[in-house]
């Protein structure tokens, strides 16, 4: 099926590695075109230069009050136009209710939270009907994950945030949708993992409970966000759609 991707230009964070990079590596491949960004100027240039001259990259945190202008700015610089953002972040620190600092709260918050909220509402300023707006968001959306308290209490509200967007944007013909994944083969997954006595263990247990009797693969994560964001979901807004091989039971 034609996707409908070539030369829709996107701009994807979080794109140097984990899911962020997944999303972008299969937009380029079905022909789009796309920004992609992360913190550390080393790593966007690698990331940029891997997925060729389909890509730039921009080094920017997306805590950084100026980085949705410049991210639009930059897609429209270098391809002429701008038809949606997927907006990825590294997750925020693990830990159970008692160990995570007022700090890394606040920081979380910025990056996680508000960052994400300044780029949706400067993306949905500067996009025509047919752009669209996703998240990359957690499984955390609809039930906590022991020791990951920040996550559990941040996602879900962004969740909320983009259901209402999905609700005033659609009379423009703008979209927005959210991905929640589960336990993707991601640095991100295996670091969480490696968090417990015996990670071998720790991932058998998981796999257990997945009706696919296994991990999901960046790949697979990067095809179905490539979906959504393209043309050939049209009619599809306001959704969260796991990720995560049935390891949601409920409907």
């Known amino acids: 099926m034609d996707l409908g991707l070539k030369d829709r230009v996107y701009v994807v964070t979080g794109a140097t590695r984990g899911l962020?990079?997944?999303?972008?590596?299969?937009?380029?491949?079905?022909?789009?075109?796309?920004?992609?960004?992360?913190?550390?100027?080393?790593?966007?240039?690698?990331?940029?230069?891997?997925?060729?001259?389909?890509?730039?990259?921009?080094?920017?945190?997306?805590?950084?009050?100026?980085a949705p202008a410049r991210l639009i700015a930059a897609a429209r610089d270098a391809f002429g136009g701008f038809d949606g953002i997927l907006v990825s972040v590294g997750g925020p620190p693990a830990g159970f209710v008692a160990d995570n600092t007022d700090e890394q709260w606040r920081a979380a918050f910025e990056s996680v939270f508000l960052g994400a909220v300044r780029l949706a509402r400067t993306a949905a300023a500067e996009l025509d009907e047919g752009?669209?707006?996703g998240f990359v968001l957690s499984?955390?959306?609809?039930?906590?994950?022991?020791?990951?308290?920040i996550s559990n209490g941040l996602r879900p509200g962004l969740a909320g945030f983009a259901k209402s967007l999905a609700d005033e944007l659609g009379p423009r013909g703008i979209r927005v949708v959210g991905l929640l994944p589960s336990r993707i083969d991601t640095d991100r997954?295996?670091?969480l993992d490696g968090l417990s006595a015996d990670p071998e263990a720790t991932?058998?247990?998981?796999?257990?409970?997945?009706?696919?009797?296994?991990?999901?693969?960046?790949?697979?994560?990067?095809?179905?966000?490539?979906?959504?964001?393209?043309?050939?979901?049209?009619?599809?807004?306001?959704?969260?759609?796991?990720?995560?091989?049935?390891?949601?039971?409920?409907?």
């Open 20 to 66: 962020g990079n997944a999303a972008a590596r299969e937009l380029v491949a079905d022909g789009a075109k796309v920004v992609v960004t992360g913190r550390d100027d080393k790593r966007v240039a690698a990331a940029a230069a891997e997925l060729g001259p389909n890509a730039v990259g921009v080094a920017v945190d997306n805590a950084d009050t100026e």
């Open 189 to 191: 997954v295996r670091e």
């Open 139 to 149: 499984a955390s959306v609809h039930e906590p994950i022991p020791a990951l308290t």
């Open 131 to 133: 752009g669209v707006i």
């Open 203 to 251: 991932r058998a247990g998981h796999e257990a409970r997945i009706p696919l009797r296994r991990y999901g693969t960046p790949e697979e994560f990067g095809r179905a966000a490539a979906f959504l964001l393209s043309p050939a979901a049209s009619y599809l807004t306001g959704i969260m759609l796991p990720v995560d091989g049935g390891m949601r039971h409920g409907f």
